[in-house]
C-alpha cells in the first residue's frame, strides 16, 4: 500500500540527481518563476487584496508545495479558480476572515490527505468541473471590465447582472487610453507565442506597455496609485479571530479546500500525462494543505497546483520538484530586487492579462462538446454554471454533486441489459493468441466514477501489447468523463506505439463516440461489430 505521505522530493533524490537535470530544472524553475509574476500580482488584485499577497502566495505556497508534494513537476501558487472565493471572502469578512478560512481549508485537506481520500476528488464529474470553471472564467472577466475601460464606478455591486447594469450606466465616462492599452496587452500576450514559446507574452506585453505609459507620460490608474508601494520584505503575522464567526469560516473553508482540491489534483493528472508519471494523490493533498496553512501567517491568499504553470515547466525541462523550488527563489529575488517597478504597471494593462486568462480557463471548446452529448451531462453543466455565476460558486459545487449523483442513479436504472454482442461469449483457443496482442473487456458503464480506474487498468495491459482490443459489449453507457479517460487513454497508448481496436460497442456508446469526435484518433476500421472481426482486425496489424 502506497504511503499516505511520501514527497516527490525523496524518491527523486533517492534515486539520484544529476547536474544535467538540475540544469533543465534552473532553466525551467527560472521561466516560471517569471510567468508567475504577472499573475500572482493579477489574481491578488483581482481577488481584491494587495499586489504582494499574490507574491507571497506564489514564494512560500509554492515552495512549499514542490518541497513537500507528490507531483514532479507540480507549480503551485495563487490561481483564478481562486479569485471569486477570495474577492467574496474579503468583502463579506475581511483579511482576517480570508486568512483564518485558508487556514481552516489546509487544515481540512490535509485531513482528506491522512484518510486517504486523494481519489474521491477523483470522481467529481467532467461537466462539472467545465460548468463551474467557465462560470468562474465569466465571473473573472465581468470583474475586468471597469479596468478595461478606465472606468471609475464607486461601489460596484457584487452580484453578476447587478455588474453589468452598472457598467453599461457607466460606459459614456470610458478611458480610450486604458482601453487601448487592454487590447494591446492581448495582442502581445497572444501573439507573442508566433514568435517563441519561450518567453512568455504577458511578460512582455507588461515590459512594453510598462515603458510606454511611463515614457509617454499617459494618465491611467497604476497599481502604485491605487495600492500604494509594494513591501520588498515578508513578515510574520497571525490574523484576528471571531468566534461569532466560526459558521461563515467554516462555509468559505470548506469551499477552498474542495475547490483547491479538485484543482491541484487535476493539474497533477494533467502533467501526469505530459510526463508519463504518477503523482500521489494523498501526498498532494497533505502538501497543499501545508501549504494554506503555513502561507497566511505570511500574509498569503489560498493557493493551490496551477496548471498552466505546471504546463510551463514541463514544456521548459523541468522534471522534478527542483524545478518548482527554484520557482519560488526567483519570485523571491524579484520581490526583493524589483518590487519596487511592479508599482508602474497599469491596472488595465493586468486587466488585458487577465482576459487572457479568462478565455483560456474558459474551457469552451469542452464546453461545446458536453452540450453535444446526452441531456443529462448538458443539465449538470448548465445548472453548474448558472449557479456559478448567479449565485455563487459554493452554491454551484453543492448542487452539482447532487444532481449529478441523482442523474447518476437514474441512468443506471435506466439502462436497458438485453444487449448481447454478436460473438460467442467463450474464446475457445486464447492459448494461440500471439504475444503482442492484447485484450482488455470493459463490463458496465464507462461513467465519472470508473472511468480512472479502467483508464489505468488499461493503459498497464496495453503498454505489454503492439495491439489492444478492447471488449465494450458490455459497456451501457459512456458520459463526458468516460470519454475525457477514453482519448487520453488511447492517445498515450499511441505514443507508446499501441495501436487500438475497440469491438462489440454499442449504438448509445458509438453515438456519443461519434459526437466527441473520437474517430479522429481511432480509424473506424479499427472498430469492429464482434469480437472474432476485432481479432482478425488485430492480427491484421501485428
Same mark, same amino acid.
Given at each position: 500500500?502506497?504511503?499516505?505521505?511520501?514527497?516527490?522530493?525523496? *524518491?527523486?533524490?533517492?534515486?539520484?540527481?544529476?547536474?544535467?537535470?538540475?540544469?533543465?530544472?534552473?532553466?525551467?524553475?527560472?521561466?516560471?518563476?517569471?510567468?508567475?509574476?504577472?499573475?500572482? %500580482?493579477?489574481?491578488?488584485?483581482?481577488?481584491?487584496?494587495?499586489?504582494?499577497?499574490?507574491?507571497? +502566495?506564489? %514564494?512560500?505556497?509554492?515552495?512549499?508545495?514542490?518541497?513537500?508534494?507528490?507531483?514532479?513537476?507540480?507549480?503551485?501558487?495563487? !490561481?483564478?479558480?481562486? %479569485?471569486?472565493?477570495?474577492?467574496?471572502?474579503?468583502? +463579506?469578512?475581511?483579511?482576517?476572515?480570508?486568512?483564518?478560512?485558508?487556514?481552516?481549508?489546509?487544515?481540512?485537506?490535509?485531513?482528506?490527505? $491522512?484518510?486517504?481520500? #486523494?481519489?474521491?476528488?477523483?470522481?467529481?464529474?467532467?461537466?462539472?468541473?467545465?460548468?463551474?470553471?467557465?462560470?468562474?472564467?465569466? !465571473?473573472?472577466?465581468?470583474?475586468?471590465?471597469?479596468?478595461?475601460?478606465?472606468?471609475?464606478?464607486?461601489?460596484?455591486?457584487?452580484?453578476?447582472? /447587478?455588474?453589468?447594469?452598472?457598467?453599461?450606466?457607466?460606459?459614456?465616462?470610458?478611458?480610450?487610453?486604458?482601453?487601448?492599452?487592454?487590447? %494591446?496587452?492581448?495582442?502581445?500576450?497572444?501573439?507573442?507565442?508566433?514568435?517563441?514559446?519561450?518567453?512568455?507574452?504577458?511578460?512582455?506585453?507588461?515590459?512594453?506597455?510598462?515603458? #510606454?505609459?511611463?515614457?509617454? #507620460?499617459?494618465?491611467?490608474?497604476?497599481?502604485?496609485?491605487?495600492? &500604494? !508601494?509594494?513591501?520588498?520584505?515578508?513578515?510574520?503575522?497571525?490574523?484576528?479571530?471571531?468566534?461569532? =464567526?466560526?459558521?461563515?469560516?467554516?462555509?468559505?473553508?470548506?469551499?477552498?479546500?474542495?475547490? *483547491?482540491?479538485?484543482?491541484?489534483?487535476?493539474?497533477?493528472?494533467?502533467?501526469?500525462?505530459?510526463?508519463?508519471?504518477?503523482?500521489?494523490?494523498?501526498?498532494?493533498?497533505?502538501?497543499?494543505?501545508?501549504?494554506?496553512?503555513?502561507?497566511?501567517?505570511?500574509?498569503?491568499?489560498?493557493?493551490?497546483?496551477?496548471?498552466?504553470?505546471?504546463?510551463?515547466?514541463?514544456?521548459? #525541462? *523541468?522534471? !522534478?520538484?527542483?524545478?518548482?523550488?527554484?520557482?519560488?527563489?526567483?519570485?523571491?529575488?524579484?520581490?526583493?530586487?524589483?518590487?519596487?517597478?511592479?508599482?508602474?504597471?497599469?491596472?488595465?494593462?493586468?486587466?488585458?492579462?487577465?482576459?487572457?486568462?479568462?478565455?483560456?480557463?474558459?474551457?469552451?471548446?469542452?464546453?461545446?462538446?458536453?452540450?453535444?452529448?446526452?441531456?443529462?451531462?448538458?443539465?449538470?453543466?448548465?445548472?453548474?454554471?448558472?449557479?456559478?455565476?448567479? $449565485?455563487?460558486?459554493?452554491?454551484?459545487?453543492?448542487?452539482?454533486?447532487?444532481?449529478?449523483?441523482?442523474?447518476?442513479?437514474?441512468?443506471?436504472?435506466?439502462?436497458?441489459?438485453?444487449?448481447?454482442? =454478436?460473438?460467442?461469449?467463450?474464446?475457445?483457443?486464447? @492459448?494461440?493468441?500471439?504475444?503482442?496482442? &492484447?485484450?482488455?473487456?470493459?463490463?458496465?458503464?464507462?461513467?465519472?466514477?470508473?472511468?480512472?480506474?479502467?483508464? @489505468?487498468?488499461?493503459?498497464?495491459?496495453?503498454?505489454?501489447?503492439?495491439?489492444?482490443?478492447?471488449?465494450?459489449?458490455?459497456?451501457?453507457?459512456?458520459?463526458? +468523463?468516460?470519454? =475525457?479517460?477514453?482519448?487520453?487513454?488511447?492517445?498515450?497508448?499511441?505514443?507508446?506505439?499501441?495501436?487500438?481496436?475497440?469491438?462489440?460497442?454499442?449504438?448509445?456508446?458509438?453515438?456519443?463516440?461519434? =459526437?466527441? /469526435?473520437?474517430?479522429?484518433?481511432?480509424?473506424?476500421?479499427?472498430?469492429?461489430?464482434?469480437?472474432?472481426?476485432?481479432?482478425?482486425?488485430?492480427?491484421?496489424?501485428?
Amino acid at each position: 500500500m502506497e504511503k499516505v505521505f511520501y514527497p516527490k522530493l525523496l *524518491g527523486v533524490l533517492k534515486k539520484g540527481y544529476s547536474r544535467k537535470q538540475f540544469t533543465a530544472d534552473l532553466f525551467a524553475g527560472v521561466i516560471v518563476g517569471v510567468v508567475a509574476l504577472p499573475l500572482a %500580482i493579477a489574481f491578488a488584485v483581482a481577488s481584491g487584496v494587495s499586489p504582494e499577497r499574490g507574491l507571497i +502566495t506564489a %514564494i512560500v505556497a509554492g515552495f512549499l508545495i514542490s518541497l513537500l508534494g507528490g507531483s514532479r513537476v507540480q507549480i503551485g501558487g495563487p !490561481t483564478g479558480a481562486f %479569485i471569486v472565493i477570495v474577492a467574496g471572502i474579503v468583502q +463579506t469578512q475581511g483579511l482576517d476572515g480570508l486568512m483564518i478560512s485558508t487556514i481552516l481549508a489546509g487544515f481540512i485537506m490535509i485531513l482528506l490527505g $491522512v484518510l486517504r481520500l #486523494g481519489a474521491l476528488l477523483k470522481f467529481i464529474p467532467h461537466p462539472l468541473i467545465v460548468g463551474f470553471t467557465s462560470g468562474i472564467a465569466l !465571473t473573472i472577466f465581468s470583474t475586468q471590465i471597469p479596468d478595461v475601460f478606465g472606468l471609475h464606478i464607486e461601489n460596484v455591486p457584487s452580484d453578476f447582472i /447587478g455588474k453589468w447594469v452598472s457598467y453599461v450606466h457607466n460606459f459614456s465616462h470610458i478611458n480610450w487610453t486604458a482601453f487601448a492599452i487592454t487590447l %494591446i496587452t492581448i495582442i502581445v500576450s497572444v501573439g507573442f507565442r508566433r514568435i517563441t514559446a519561450r518567453i512568455p507574452g504577458s511578460i512582455v506585453a507588461i515590459l512594453l506597455v510598462t515603458a #510606454g505609459v511611463n515614457m509617454l #507620460g499617459l494618465d491611467v490608474d497604476t497599481i502604485g496609485s491605487i495600492f &500604494g !508601494t509594494i513591501p520588498q520584505s515578508i513578515h510574520l503575522s497571525a490574523p484576528v479571530f471571531d468566534a461569532s =464567526k466560526l459558521d461563515a469560516y467554516l462555509s468559505a473553508a470548506l469551499t477552498i479546500a474542495l475547490l *483547491g482540491g479538485i484543482e491541484s489534483l487535476l493539474s497533477a493528472v494533467v502533467a501526469d500525462g505530459m510526463i508519463s508519471g504518477n503523482h500521489r494523490s494523498n501526498t498532494e493533498l497533505i502538501a497543499q494543505g501545508i501549504a494554506n496553512v503555513v502561507t497566511p501567517f505570511f500574509g498569503g491568499i489560498p493557493a493551490t497546483g496551477a496548471i498552466a504553470r505546471t504546463a510551463t515547466n514541463v514544456k521548459n #525541462g *523541468g522534471r !522534478t520538484p527542483v524545478a518548482g523550488i527554484i520557482h519560488a527563489i526567483t519570485l523571491l529575488l524579484i520581490m526583493l530586487f524589483f518590487g519596487r517597478w511592479a508599482t508602474l504597471i497599469p491596472m488595465s494593462c493586468l486587466a488585458g492579462i487577465l482576459v487572457v486568462v479568462s478565455y483560456n480557463m474558459s474551457e469552451w471548446r469542452s464546453f461545446v462538446n458536453i452540450l453535444k452529448g446526452s441531456r443529462f451531462d448538458v443539465l449538470i453543466l448548465t445548472v453548474t454554471f448558472l449557479l456559478t455565476v448567479l $449565485v455563487n460558486l459554493t452554491f454551484a459545487i453543492e448542487i452539482g454533486v447532487v444532481l449529478a449523483a441523482l442523474l447518476f442513479m437514474k441512468r443506471m436504472a435506466d439502462v436497458n441489459q438485453s444487449f448481447t454482442e =454478436k460473438d460467442s461469449d467463450l474464446l475457445e483457443n486464447y @492459448s494461440d493468441l500471439p504475444k503482442e496482442l &492484447g485484450i482488455y473487456e470493459i463490463s458496465g458503464p464507462f461513467f465519472f466514477g470508473s472511468a480512472k480506474k479502467y483508464r @489505468s487498468t488499461i493503459e498497464q495491459v496495453g503498454i505489454k501489447s503492439k495491439v489492444l482490443i478492447i471488449r465494450m459489449r458490455h459497456v451501457p453507457f459512456i458520459d463526458a +468523463t468516460g470519454l =475525457k479517460n477514453l482519448k487520453d487513454m488511447v492517445r498515450q497508448m499511441q505514443q507508446s506505439g499501441t495501436r487500438i481496436v475497440l469491438s462489440g460497442v454499442r449504438p448509445e456508446v458509438m453515438q456519443s463516440l461519434e =459526437k466527441d /469526435g473520437f474517430f479522429t484518433i481511432v480509424p473506424s476500421v479499427d472498430v469492429l461489430p464482434s469480437f472474432d472481426e476485432a481479432l482478425k482486425r488485430g492480427k491484421e496489424l501485428l
